[in-house]
Every structure is written in structure tokens, then in C-alpha cells.
């Protein structure tokens, strides 16, 4: 190797992996003066952050609508510092200030105006380059080597080695392993002494046994709420917005209770089942009054041409097939027991959970390189000094909402800011 290419690759900070994490952390890092690469073993960045939000991107969570960030994350504790360096707020103010501002949606999910994620990556793209990042792509990072202070003193890749000052990782986790994300950071960790909490797929979509779920592929239902029950005994209830598919349950509220169904099937093998309540904010009373109410005022009409004030039309032909009634009897003669019985049904849907998918459909990877070797005021590992680490490599992962993008926003900040700070300290 030729001593320019030596000197060209001596850089103060090497960030591996360009996903949300690493190109938040190179940004921070240069923006304060450091000389920083940015080594990605695909051909182009962002992978995994084109397909977020169904390629709309839902960069994070409205501020207003969270009353404390960091509880709604497994080790949320640890995030205090990175969010309060780096909260929602700073993020929308960072994307807007780069040509990308965004809009609060249903539930405070924050996306771009645009409603592309390809923008929130060209804005990225383009504050790196403004800001002399070099990038290396095609470089596939295999290995690296320790010196006598157990700091990092070469990183190897298929093709070249590099030898920077400080090294972050943000190589993501397994989930989607087609982006580029297939845990290899986890290896890197545990060989330089770090314990890893047993990476698990999260925010999955959950596989039904019943046939009939089926029926429903591509049906959505907002603000349903559903039950948990393992061995019979109640075991959490959730409420959100529910799409049916083929196979079962995905939308945001299978999702989110993917991580509890997660945990139980972990501690039991009991059976489960989940109770779909598609009325949440209605007790049975109240929706019984409501069919009624319709009946009466269609009294004329065939039971197949009511309740579409109640229900979607696709969820209502189901409801009423399901239900078994004479869909060719009038309104008016609907018995109160008839009624009871689409109550029950509406109410009280029961399904028999069959499985969770692996990491190939996971939003997200549960588990880690542990906190608790990670200095939580600067991201830097307290095993390996010039190490430090950002995104969801880390053991810590949110609900679905942008919340797992917040993470990566603001753990990349502090872990860039950290190594180009700690770089001048050490030069000054
Ligand atoms: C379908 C889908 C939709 C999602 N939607 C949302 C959403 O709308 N909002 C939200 O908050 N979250 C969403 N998420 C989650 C979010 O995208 C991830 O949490 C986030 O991308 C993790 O960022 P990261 O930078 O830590 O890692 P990643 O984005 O996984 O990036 C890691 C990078 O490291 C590189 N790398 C890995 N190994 C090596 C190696 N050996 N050498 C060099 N480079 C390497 C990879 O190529 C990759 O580019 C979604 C996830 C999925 C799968």
C-alpha cells in the first residue's frame, strides 16, 4: 500500500454501516470536526430506511403526543441521555432545515410532508457530502485488530484495511437480512469481550390458525382492541389499528403485541388465544342500542342491507356470513337474541394463535450488544475504548410509531458527537 493511501485512510472516525444510525453518527461526528468514512458492505445506503413507514418513512414521534419517551423501549432508561440530547423535536427541526419537513399524522406519527422516504435519505446523502464524509461502499467489514490498551488499531475489510482513531458501529440487527443487516456486529462485540442479549425478531406479524382470517386479506380495522389469553387466564390487552392478511394479523397493533406474544410463548408453551374486540370504545350495551337504532330505522330493508353506519363493507359482509343469520330477513323481525349474537361477535372474535414470523418480516431485532457495557452519556463501550456503538445493534427497541427511528436518530447523534469530542479533547 502506497503511503498517500495510507494517510488518505487514516481517518479520525470510522462509522460502519450506513443505515439511519450510522449516517446520523458520521454527520455528528464531522459536523465537529472530524474526518470521518462511512463503510457500508452494500452498494448504496439506507436499504432498510427506504422501506420504512411502507416507503413513506415514519421518521418519528410527535413530541405532544408522549408523556415519556424513553418507557415505551426495553431499556429505555438508557436512552435518557441520547433523547435528551436529540429529542423528536431536533429531528423534524434537522429534516425540515434540510429541505424535508414533516407532518404529524393519526396517532403522532411524524413523516415527511412528501410522504417519501427516499427524500429523508437524499437529505441525509446530502448533508453527508456537505460535510466531506467519505464514503466506501462494497466494503464488507470482516474483522478487526486490538492493541496492547485493548483499543481498535486496524479494521479489516474484504478488500482493504483501515486504521481511524475512533470506530462506531451501527450495523443495525438481523431483521430484514436482504438490507444488509445480518448481525454481524454481534459477532465484532462478543469477540472484543461485549455480552450480547440473545437478538430475537420484534414487531412481527402474527400467524392465525383459523381459515377464516383469510376472508379478511387486506381488510383494515382501526381502533379494534384484542386480548391475550395463554392456558385460558388473561394475560394483556392492547388497542390500534389492525390489518388482516392471509396468513393472520399484521398493522400496528399485531405488531406491538407481537413483542408480549413474544415473551409468553418464551416462558409457556400453553396454548393461546387472542379476543378481537372491533368495538373497543363501546361496551356491549351501547353497541346493541346502536344496531338496534339501525334496525329501527331500516326496518324495511333486508338484514343484509343494514348496519353500514356500524362497520366497513368488507368487515360487515364478513360479520354477517360469519354470524350465520338469515341475511334475507327484515330488520324489523331481528330477535333480540339475533342482535346478542353480532354483539358477541363483534365483542368477542376468537382466534388461536398459530406462530410469530422469524426475522425474515421483523420491523426490528429485540436483544443486543447489553447496555450495561455501554456508557449511556456517550455511547462508547466501556470495554474498548475508541469503540462505540449506535441504532438498533444496541439491546433496546420501541413500539411501531417512528419511536425505533428516534432511537437511531439520537443514539447516532451522542455516538458521533462522543468520538469526534473525545478526538479533540485527546488532540488538545
Ligand atoms: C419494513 C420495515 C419498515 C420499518 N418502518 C419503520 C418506520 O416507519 N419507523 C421506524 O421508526 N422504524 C421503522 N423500521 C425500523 C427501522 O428501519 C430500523 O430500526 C432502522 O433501520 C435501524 O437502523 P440502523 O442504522 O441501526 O441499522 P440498519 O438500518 O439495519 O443499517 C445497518 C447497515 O449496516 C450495514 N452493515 C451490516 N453489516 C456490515 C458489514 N459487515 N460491513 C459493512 N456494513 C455492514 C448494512 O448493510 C446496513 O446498511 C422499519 C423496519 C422495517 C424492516
Known amino acids: 500500500m502506497s503511503s498517500k493511501k495510507l494517510i488518505e485512510e487514516q481517518f479520525d ?110 437529505a441525509l446523502m446530502s448533508v453527508l457530502k456537505e460535510n466531506n464524509i467519505t464514503f466506501l461502499y462494497k466494503a464488507h ?48 462485540a462478543a469477540k472484543m469481550g461485549h455480552k450480547i442479549i440473545e437478538p430475537l425478531p420484534a414487531l412481527v406479524p402474527i400467524k392465525i390458525l383459523e381459515d377464516w382470517v383469510g376472508e379478511l386479506q387486506g381488510v383494515s380495522a382501526g381502533s379494534v382492541g384484542i386480548t ?9 390487552t392492547d388497542a390500534g389499528d389492525l390489518m388482516f392478511a392471509h396468513y393472520g394479523l399484521s ?19 400453553e396454548n393461546i388465544k387472542l379476543v378481537l374486540d372491533l368495538k373497543p370504545y363501546l361496551t356491549a350495551e351501547q353497541l346493541d342500542e346502536i344496531i338496534l337504532t339501525d334496525f329501527e330505522r331500516n326496518a324495511d330493508k333486508k338484514l343484509s342491507n343494514c348496519l353500514f353506519d356500524v362497520f366497513s363493507p368488507k368487515l360487515l359482509d364478513f360479520i354477517l356470513r360469519y354470524s350465520g343469520l338469515d341475511l334475507e330477513k327484515h330488520a ?46 456517550t455511547m462508547q463501550s ?5 469503540l462505540y456503538f449506535a441504532g438498533e445493534i444496541i439491546d433496546v427497541d420501541g413500539p411501531t410509531g417512528g419511536y425505533n427511528l428516534q432511537m437511531c436518530w439520537s443514539t447516532g447523534h451522542l455516538a458521533g458527537e462522543s468520538a469526534a469530542k473525545n478526538l479533540i479533547d485527546i488532540k488538545a
Open 382 to 386: 466501556k470495554i474498548v475504548p475508541n
Open 332 to 377: 324489523a323481525k331481528i330477535s333480540r337474541k339475533e342482535r346478542h349474537i353480532l354483539v358477541n361477535l363483534c365483542k368477542n372474535l376468537e382466534m388461536n394463535f398459530d406462530s410469530l414470523f422469524g426475522f425474515e418480516k421483523a420491523m426490528v431485532t429485540s436483544g443486543g450488544v447489553a447496555t450495561k457495557e455501554i456508557d449511556s452519556r
Open 251 to 269: 398493522g400496528p397493533l399485531a405488531l406491538n403485541m407481537s413483542r408480549g406474544i413474544g415473551k409468553l410463548i418464551s416462558q409457556s408453551d
Open 228 to 236: 391475550v389469553f395463554q392456558g385460558g387466564k388473561k394475560k394483556f
Open 13 to 122: 472516525v470510522v462509522v460502519i454501516g450506513a443505515g439511519p444510525a450510522g449516517m446520523m453518527a458520521a454527520f455528528a461526528a464531522a459536523k465537529k470536526g472530524a474526518r470521518v468514512a462511512l463503510v457500508d458492505k452494500k452498494e448504496e445506503p439506507g436499504k432498510k430506511l427506504l422501506m420504512a413507514g411502507n416507503g413513506r418513512c415514519n421518521i418519528t414521534q410527535d413530541e405532544n403526543n408522549i408523556v415519556e419517551l424513553s418507557n415505551l423501549y426495553k431499556n429505555g432508561r438508557f436512552l435518557l441521555s441520547a433523547f435528551g440530547a436529540f429529542r423528536p423535536g431536533n429531528v423534524q427541526e434537522f429534516f425540515a432545515n434540510h429541505g424535508v419537513p414533516t407532518k404529524v399524522e393519526k396517532n403522532g406519527k411524524v413523516y415527511p410532508v412528501s410522504d417519501k422516504a427516499q427524500d429523508v435519505l437524499d
Open 141 to 188: 467489514v470482516v474483522d478487526f485488530s486490538l492493541d496492547s490498551e485493548n483499543k481498535i488499531s486496524k479494521i479489516k475489510l474484504k478488500k482493504r484495511e483501515l486504521f481511524p482513531a475512533k470506530v462506531i458501529i451501527a450495523t443495525g440487527g438481523k431483521s430484514y437480512p436482504a438490507t444488509g443487516s445480518m448481525g454481524d456486529g454481534y459477532e465484532w
